[in-house]
């Protein structure tokens, strides 16, 4: 077995990024690279005809599972946007069983995820996977830890990612883990990326720019919290707005947005206090109370809690990325 051979699993309706955008990674860490300790990519399948991805274009396997019975160093399954709601691939989880955990690493890019729970490979196992598929993946297996709001998470030899791009960043990770921080730098430098994402998928929350119906209980909240961001909320105060009753209306925020009351409210804040730390100078402790925090303090354990980040190191990458463009 070659030093690092990285098996990467595709099939019907994949993610075209989750295959290209760490390939890319491994390829220009290639570059930086002695011939002898160098990643060899292998791209399998259930078969070798034309894989259709989710943009419409065709992918081919260098192997099939059956000529690809052997140890890897490295095996990761790319996600598809139907993925998560398809039927287990009898083939695919077989053969994960049988080869993936006997490599160094395995794990999977955004919802390859659920393809490794289908395998039995995730129990007991922290996870994460594109945002808007955590809450199913932690549905259908209530055994694994599902970390709803990291870029990419290793729990042992597991490795997973966020979704699409965020198979970049764990790519990097890994190229990190390997031949050290500079070289990993060096790849993200020639794919024009950052080199280590700050904060969570937090920061690509869709909350304070969400569509929603306002003459439903739900989307008179969400139009009352949007426009009073600052101001204290109670769930009795937003049930009156909603016109249900408390019980009601965390059991309707749960269903239609996978979210507590109390969850979507500090998502809001947060996304506001994000967009002040980028485009103001507003000292911290005017954000936190435009924002609706309680103080500064408040505010950057929400930060700390959601994102991994404190409030000014997000400042600070935000502008540091900037002036590097």
Not at 142 to 159: K, Q, W
Request: charged residues 20%; glycine residues 8%; proline residues 4%.
């Amino acid at each position: 077995m070659a030093k690092k051979n990285v098996a990467l699993i595709i099939h019907e309706g994949v993610q075209a990024l989750d295959v290209a955008g760490p390939l890319d990674v491994f390829a220009e860490a290639n570059d930086l690279l002695p011939v002898n300790d160098r990643y060899a990519c292998i791209v399998i399948a259930s078969h070798r005809k034309p894989i259709r991805a989710s943009n419409g274009m065709t992918l081919g396997a260098h192997l099939t599972f059956a000529e690809a019975a052997r140890r890897f160093h490295t095996v990761l399954v790319a996600g598809g946007p139907t993925l998560p709601n398809a039927h287990k691939n009898e083939r695919l989880s077989q053969w994960l069983h049988d080869w993936a955990l006997l490599s160094v690493r395995y794990g999977s890019i955004c919802t390859g995820a659920f393809a490794l729970g289908r395998a039995g490979m995730l129990d007991g196992k922290c996870v994460t996977t594109h945002w808007q598929s955590a809450a199913q993946l932690a549905a259908e297996f209530p055994e694994a830890r599902v970390e709803h709001d990291r870029i990419y998470l290793r729990d042992g030899a597991l490795v997973t990612s966020a979704g699409v791009t965020a198979g970049i960043d764990l790519a990097l990770e890994l190229v990190s883990e390997d031949h050290g921080a500079s070289i990993a730098l060096a790849c993200a430098k020639r794919l024009l990326v950052v080199a280590q994402r700050q904060g969570g998928q937090s920061q690509f929350s869709p909350l304070l720019h969400a569509r929603f119906n306002p003459a439903t209980p739900i989307g008179k909240v969400q139009a009352y919290v949007l426009e009073h961001v600052s101001e204290p909320f109670s769930v009795e105060k937003l049930a009156n707005i909603a016109g249900t009753s408390p019980r009601t209306l965390a059991r309707l925020f749960v269903k239609e947005l996978a979210l507590t009351p109390h969850n979507y409210i500090e998502g809001v804040r947060i996304d506001q206090a994000r967009n002040l730390l980028e485009a103001t100078d507003h000292a911290l402790k005017a954000v936190a109370f435009a924002c609706g925090f309680a103080g500064p303090e408040q505010m950057r354990a929400a930060f700390h809690r959601r994102m991994g980040i404190s409030p000014q190191r997000y400042r600070e990458s935000f502008r540091q990325e900037n002036a590097t463009r």
